[in-house]
Structures are given as structure tokens and as C-alpha cells.
């Protein structure tokens, strides 16, 4: 009873006073705004609230994601909503919205998500559980993710990290002069006409970047970009650039990069990025040397 009536004052007097809640950080996911709770989700009661339905633009997620949009409609009952990982360390309240006029005066909700990037890979279960006036839940639905593992693996991988929400991006030079970057992503010339098609092994057997992190500014928390090589390596001369695209209101970012052949590390090399950088031209043949590395 005393967590109920703690919750009560959370939810509707804005007053957080004698709460059992810590920050949250230990928890796989963290929402903006929302209350953390340690512990599993209450057991529902029979006649608690629903959640009506839930949204998602994308099931497929990653660890250090950020700004993962969730939503839905509760119950005109609900008060809030508790969202969970199942067996996470804790849940988050979030308060209820507004009526929605065009889905019969469900209650709507939102929220922000940051998934941690501790958030151990594989499919795996959100769930949602609306909560009443009384502090009554309702029993949890759940929303199947699929946390994408972002181990890189490849005979020959050149990677990109930096240290703050900017828009940076990577370009790989082959020895033949293909470049391998966020408007190319891939190294591999397709076949002309009237040429035979091209074996799959070729296709996506060269050098692929996997993701244009924080494009356009829409930060995504990867900060990561990697171009792989998993079945063929050509060999000669790899010239590596990093293009500082936008610092999305940053003042700098710092960035490694790194070429790793055959599982060992080959080379190394950092910098920083500034506002004088973004002002440099963009597009192919962009950015500040890295490094190079030759192949035999």
C-alpha cells in the first residue's frame, strides 16, 4: 500500500517524495520524462485497466539506441503506463495523454526511449501495463523486439567511433579507386546490359558500410560506422577518410578509426572534428585522411 499510495503521488500530484525510484540507469531501457521503479511489474489485478494497442515504426533495434519513439492507446480507465523489459531491473511510469477523439476517447501515451548499451542481442520482449487512479495494473502486453547484435565480423574491417550525437561519416578507398561510403555503400558494379547476372557471393562479397549513423542529424546513439569485408579482400593500397558532415549542434566530435585484418589490429588512428571541418566540401573524395594500409 505505501508503494501504491508513493505512485499515486508520482503519477498525479507531480510530487515524487518517499518513492522507492532511482535513476534507472541499470535498467536496459531509460525513458525521458518517466518515473523508474525497481522490480518486476505488479501482478495485475482482475479488474485493472488495458492497453488497447501499441505502435512501433521499427521492431528491429540495437544496444545505445536512442530516441526510440513508443506509443499507443490505454483504456479510458488508465492513469498511466508501466513499460518494461521483461526481467529488466525495473519499470518506468509513464502518465497518460490526452482522450483521442477518433479511436472512441482512448486515452493516448508516448514516450522517448534509450536502449542501454548493455542490452544483450536477440528477440526479446517489451511489455506495456496500463495502471488506474487506484494504483491497479492492468496485465502487461507485449511488444517483440529484435535487438540486432553489432559484434562486426569480417577478414577485413575498417571502423569509425566518435564521441558526441554529430553526423560524421566514413569513406573507405580501394585500390582500384571504388569508394566505399554513405552513397555507395557497397563496392560492388553491377553487370551491364546484356551481361550475365552476377553471382550472389560477388554481390555481398566486398566491401559493404553497414550504417550512415546520426544521417542528417536524426541521432540514433550508434555513433559507429563500419565497412566490412566477409568474403573477398582485394589487394593493394586502402586510403581512409572521415567526413564531419554536420556536428549537429556539438561543438566537436573525437573519432577513432581502425582497420582490423584477419582478427588483428593493423592500424590505428584519432582526431577531432570542429565547426571547420563541416565547412569543408562533401560528398565522394571528402574528408580528412585517417590512415592507409596496404593488403598483400
Known sequence: MVRRAALLLVLFAGCSEGVDARAGLEAWIRISGAQFFPGPLPAPAPDGPMVVDLTSRNNAVFPGQLKKALGGHLSTNARAVAISFAADAGYWIVPAGSPDLNENNL???????SLSPALPPGPRDLE???VDANGHFGAPTPQSLLV???????LLIV????DTESDLDLHVMEPDGTEVWARNINDFVPPGPGEPPPDPNQVNGGGILDFDS???????????EDVTYKMRVPSGHYLVRVEAYSLCSAAFAN??????????????????MTDADVRLPHGAGAGTTALQFDIP
Open 107 to 113: 486515452l493516448e501515451f508516448n514516450a522517448t526511449a
Open 128 to 130: 506495456f501495463a496500463a
Open 148 to 154: 540486432k547484435d553489432v559484434t562486426v565480423q569480417g
Open 159 to 162: 571502423t569509425l567511433k566518435w
Open 214 to 224: 546520426n544521417s542528417q542529424c536524426l541521432i540514433d546513439g550508434r555513433r559507429q
Open 255 to 272: 573519432w577513432t578509426v581502425d582497420a582490423i585484418s584477419m582478427g588483428n589490429p593493423i592500424v590505428h588512428a584519432s582526431g577531432e
